[in-house]
């Protein structure tokens, strides 16, 4: 095959979606892997200077043409997955591994980055420069680089492993959730659910040639069930089916669904999934067989956990400090929950006639709950929020805020929903360029994310303009209507466009410190975060509302109420994150995975601290925890709360000076957004804000300040 042929290796711009086969991938691979190692065979002869033109910047060169065509194929993976991409991805992913892998233990590397640190240019280096190297010493550490030789082989296999690990572990959690289907053919059965997911529902039956409605656990038809289906056996089948996903717990799932079909139709619809696949999914040897092999790399490297490893290049400074702090919220957050879940069983024993609320009623009985309390839904807010009046709004506040335009422009993509905008600055220059695919399809994994397409850098033809992927699993229009967003979707579409903002907006022009690149990872969700306040400001809101009907603005008292609902079970949320964050940070601390306990257990003791009601014993919440077993999150889950506090400090700001005040926004930009990874975030922090950060904010904006009385 000739090199330009393949459009993994055409670098000259955007990605050639339309053009990428299963079938270019080894090829691209192997040659950029061929390439780079000749490359680095130059770069590490000893008469190779060790200054940042002559070793550097080749190399980051290197990496970055490696990094863009892998990243495309690992985009593509994630959003439009068929089998043969699967088994090209799967095939080629090892020695990806193995390169990264190499490259951090090759001794002659560091010895470069080292000398380059040590000579008489470093000084003359860039600010964003001096980083990069202190961070490549800083990884090549924690990569294995100074271990001996049979450790390093080991060190090595560790890697790899894992990577096929956290590859398998993804994909039982999606074959599972496909495969658990709840078919309905008595319309009475489904009283209650919204009719926009019903219609997608019958759509997805007819189209396998049944009558009635498919039901799935994707989260755009599980969440409205759980929320609104009246039927109370229906909720539960969903729920088990949804909390056993790739555990050993599924099979009984399937069993009971079976038995629902059974009385619900009559006859059940379709059989089960063989035994054999069903435990094909179990995920729970992975989760052993993970927490093995990290521990067993933490003692290679030195430390006692993976915690403290984890924490290395982190804002947070150990375990036990991040225990302490999550420890606090819990403790301040407590009685608030005690007080959401009282509230909420009295409610649904008074009006719901459930004289206990089981983990299937909780988003039911909490929806009418909000409901009475509130007199709105969800369902009545999306009406206001069209897909089209969202973004218009949200480009509105950041054009505002930052001085710059978003329009739509023309790109080749991977699927016609698919669209592309340009980000241009005051002046008319482009900034950079964005991708937004907003609907769920079979063929995505389930999430909303950010994801680099190309980063800011100067290259030797000038600026490398930046480019995001905005990835989000909203419900895709239908009735030839515009998709209707619920205000947590437009929460996830401002939270996700944050990141987009960090990576896009960035003024660094070193790629390893540019945009989100080198920002520590518990400080990463500032921005994102930050984002979602103004979803809940009053003159943001009204200008992204229409109703889809009427074209009437949503008015202000249902803003007000949507407004006093914000906190509505706050406790309880945040005791459940910092549920997941402290089980997260002791798995990863103090857990022993071969001293007799498992997983679920230490999941319980967690619980039974911090969270207000146990769920039933056959929950297998771990085994569908990808941020810890198949995402970046291990050890890290506790980042968001951190963020959080950091977030909400610096939206305070904001809240003294005018939430759409264009010097703040100029400030932020510079600040926070423009830097990236060029500084630590603390600095960047304390500069945007003028003093250190405080969880004041934090806990003032969910309500939790003052006796937790009961709202009237
Ligand atoms: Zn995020």
């Given at each position: 095959m000739?090199?330009?042929?393949?459009p993994?290796?055409?670098?000259?711009?955007l990605?050639?979606?339309?053009?990428?086969?299963?079938?270019?991938?080894?090829?691209?691979?192997?040659?950029l892997l061929?390439?780079n190692?000749?490359?680095?065979?130059e770069?590490t002869r000893?008469e190779?200077?060790?200054?940042?033109?002559e070793?550097?910047q080749?190399?980051?060169?290197a990496?970055e043409?490696?990094?863009?065509?892998?990243?495309?194929?690992?985009?593509?993976?994630a959003?439009l997955?068929s089998p043969?991409?699967?088994?090209?991805y799967?095939?080629n992913?090892p020695?990806i591994?193995?390169?990264?892998?190499?490259?951090g233990q090759n001794?002659?590397l560091?010895e470069?980055?080292?000398?380059?640190r040590a000579g008489?240019a470093?000084?003359?280096?860039t600010?964003a420069?001096c980083?990069?190297?202190?961070n490549?010493i800083?990884?090549?550490r924690?990569?294995?680089?100074?271990?001996?030789?049979?450790e390093?082989?080991?060190?090595a296999?560790i890697?790899?492993?894992s990577?096929k690990l956290?590859?398998?572990f993804?994909?039982?959690m999606?074959d599972?959730?496909?495969?658990?289907?709840?078919?309905v053919t008595d319309?009475?059965?489904?009283?209650g659910?919204?009719?926009d997911?019903l219609e997608?529902a019958?759509?997805?039956?007819?189209?396998?040639g049944r009558a009635?409605?498919?039901l799935v656990?994707h989260?755009?038809?599980?969440l409205?069930?759980m929320?609104?289906?009246?039927?109370?056996?229906?909720r539960?089948i969903m729920y088990?089916?949804?909390?056993?996903r790739?555990?050993?717990?599924?099979a009984q799932?399937?069993?009971?669904?079976?038995?629902f079909?059974r009385?619900?139709?009559g006859?059940?619809?379709?059989?089960?999934?063989?035994?054999e696949?069903i435990?094909?999914?179990?995920?729970?040897p992975?989760?052993e067989?993970?927490?093995g092999l990290?521990?067993?790399a933490?003692?290679?490297?030195?430390y006692?956990?993976f915690?403290?490893?984890?924490l290395?290049p982190?804002?947070a400074?150990t375990?036990?400090?991040?225990?302490?702090?999550?420890?606090d919220l819990a403790?301040?957050?407590k009685?608030?929950?005690?007080r959401?879940?009282?509230e909420?069983?009295?409610f649904?024993a008074a009006?719901?006639?459930?004289?206990?609320?089981?983990?299937?009623?909780?988003a039911?009985?909490?929806?009418?709950?909000?409901q009475?309390r509130?007199?709105f839904?969800?369902q009545?807010?999306?009406q206001?929020f069209p897909e089209?009046k969202v973004l218009a709004?949200m480009f509105?506040?950041?054009?505002t805020?930052?001085?710059?335009r978003i329009?739509?422009?023309?790109?080749?993509t991977?699927?016609p929903?698919?669209?592309?905008?340009n980000?241009?600055?005051?002046?008319?220059e482009?900034?950079?360029s964005f991708?937004l695919d907003?609907?769920?399809?079979e063929?995505k994994?389930?999430?909303?994310?950010?994801?680099?397409a190309l980063?800011?850098?100067?290259?030797p033809?000038g600026?490398?303009r930046?480019?995001?992927?905005?990835?989000?699993n909203f419900?895709?229009?239908?009735?030839?209507k515009?998709?209707l967003l619920?205000?947590?979707?437009v929460?996830?579409?401002?939270h996700e466009?944050?990141h987009?903002l960090h990576?896009l907006?960035t003024k660094?022009?070193?790629?390893?410190?540019s945009?989100?690149?080198?920002v520590?990872w518990?400080a990463v969700?500032?921005?994102?975060?930050?984002?979602e306040n103004?979803c809940?400001?009053?003159?943001?809101?009204?200008?992204m509302?229409a109703?889809?009907?009427?074209?009437?603005?949503l008015?202000r008292?249902?803003f007000?109420?949507?407004l006093?609902?914000?906190?509505?079970?706050s406790g309880?949320?945040?005791?459940?994150?910092?549920?997941?964050a402290?089980?997260?940070?002791?798995l990863?601390?103090?857990?022993d995975p071969?001293a007799g306990?498992t997983?679920?257990e230490?999941l319980?003791d967690?619980r039974?601290?911090v969270a207000?009601a146990m769920?039933p014993?056959?929950n297998?919440?771990p085994?569908?925890?990808?941020?810890?077993f198949a995402g970046g999150?291990?050890?890290?889950y506790y980042?968001?709360k951190w963020?959080?506090?950091?977030?909400?400090d610096a939206?305070s700001l904001f809240?003294?000076k005018g939430?759409l005040?264009?010097a703040?926004?100029a400030r932020f930009?510079?600040e926070?957004l423009?830097?990236?990874?060029?500084?630590?975030?603390?600095?960047?922090?304390r500069?945007f804000?003028?003093r250190?950060p405080?969880?004041?904010?934090?806990?003032r904006?969910?309500?939790m300040?003052g006796?937790?009385?009961?709202p009237a």
């Amino acid at each position: 095959m000739l090199m330009d042929a393949n459009p993994l290796l055409d670098f000259s711009g955007l990605p050639r979606f339309a053009e990428v086969k299963p079938e270019h991938i080894a090829p691209a691979v192997d040659q950029l892997l061929a390439d780079n190692r000749a490359l680095i065979e130059e770069l590490t002869r000893p008469e190779t200077p060790a200054t940042w033109d002559e070793f550097a910047q080749p190399l980051e060169d290197a990496n970055e043409r490696l990094g863009r065509a892998w990243g495309v194929v690992g985009h593509l993976h994630a959003v439009l997955d068929s089998p043969p991409l699967r088994e090209a991805y799967k095939e080629n992913q090892p020695k990806i591994v193995q390169y990264w892998t190499a490259l951090g233990q090759n001794l002659a590397l560091f010895e470069k980055y080292k000398a380059l640190r040590a000579g008489p240019a470093f000084e003359h280096l860039t600010g964003a420069q001096c980083r990069i190297v202190d961070n490549e010493i800083r990884d090549f550490r924690l990569s294995g680089a100074e271990l001996a030789p049979a450790e390093k082989a080991r060190f090595a296999e560790i890697q790899e492993e894992s990577a096929k690990l956290a590859t398998s572990f993804s994909e039982n959690m999606l074959d599972s959730t496909n495969a658990f289907v709840v078919y309905v053919t008595d319309r009475k059965a489904l009283t209650g659910i919204p009719d926009d997911v019903l219609e997608v529902a019958r759509a997805a039956a007819e189209k396998e040639g049944r009558a009635g409605w498919k039901l799935v656990l994707h989260i755009p038809c599980y969440l409205p069930v759980m929320q609104y289906a009246e039927n109370r056996g229906l909720r539960e089948i969903m729920y088990r089916g949804s909390v056993t996903r790739a555990s050993g717990e599924f099979a009984q799932a399937f069993a009971a669904e079976n038995e629902f079909e059974r009385v619900t139709n009559g006859t059940p619809q379709a059989a089960p999934p063989a035994p054999e696949a069903i435990a094909a999914w179990d995920d729970t040897p992975l989760i052993e067989r993970i927490l093995g092999l990290r521990q067993e790399a933490a003692r290679l490297l030195g430390y006692a956990s993976f915690a403290e490893v984890s924490l290395v290049p982190k804002m947070a400074e150990t375990p036990r400090h991040v225990l302490d702090f999550l420890e606090d919220l819990a403790r301040k957050a407590k009685p608030y929950g005690e007080r959401d879940w009282a509230e909420l069983n009295a409610f649904a024993a008074a009006e719901l006639g459930l004289a206990q609320v089981e983990a299937w009623d909780v988003a039911f009985a909490s929806e009418r709950l909000r409901q009475a309390r509130y007199a709105f839904s969800d369902q009545e807010v999306k009406q206001y929020f069209p897909e089209p009046k969202v973004l218009a709004g949200m480009f509105r506040l950041v054009e505002t805020l930052y001085g710059i335009r978003i329009e739509e422009a023309a790109a080749e993509t991977w699927d016609p929903t698919v669209r592309f905008f340009n980000i241009t600055d005051g002046g008319g220059e482009l900034v950079g360029s964005f991708y937004l695919d907003p609907y769920a399809r079979e063929t995505k994994r389930g999430g909303a994310w950010m994801d680099e397409a190309l980063t800011r850098r100067r290259t030797p033809s000038g600026v490398q303009r930046p480019v995001a992927y905005l990835v989000c699993n909203f419900s895709a229009p239908v009735g030839g209507k515009p998709a209707l967003l619920t205000h947590d979707d437009v929460l996830t579409l401002f939270h996700e466009f944050g990141h987009g903002l960090h990576h896009l907006l960035t003024k660094v022009e070193s790629l390893g410190v540019s945009g989100i690149r080198g920002v520590e990872w518990d400080a990463v969700e500032l921005p994102s975060q930050f984002m979602e306040n103004f979803c809940w400001e009053w003159d943001v809101v009204r200008h992204m509302s229409a109703h889809v009907d009427s074209g009437a603005p949503l008015a202000r008292v249902l803003f007000d109420k949507m407004l006093a609902a914000k906190n509505f079970q706050s406790g309880m949320q945040t005791l459940r994150q910092l549920e997941y964050a402290l089980f997260d940070m002791r798995l990863h601390f103090d857990f022993d995975p071969a001293a007799g306990r498992t997983p679920l257990e230490l999941l319980e003791d967690v619980r039974r601290e911090v969270a207000v009601a146990m769920p039933p014993a056959y929950n297998r919440f771990p085994n569908t925890f990808s941020h810890i077993f198949a995402g970046g999150y291990s050890a890290g889950y506790y980042s968001y709360k951190w963020a959080e506090v950091l977030s909400a400090d610096a939206y305070s700001l904001f809240e003294e000076k005018g939430v759409l005040d264009p010097a703040t926004g100029a400030r932020f930009r510079d600040e926070i957004l423009a830097v990236g990874g060029s500084r630590p975030a603390i600095e960047s922090f304390r500069a945007f804000r003028g003093r250190e950060p405080s969880p004041e904010a934090l806990l003032r904006h969910s309500g939790m300040t003052g006796a937790p009385a009961a709202p009237a």
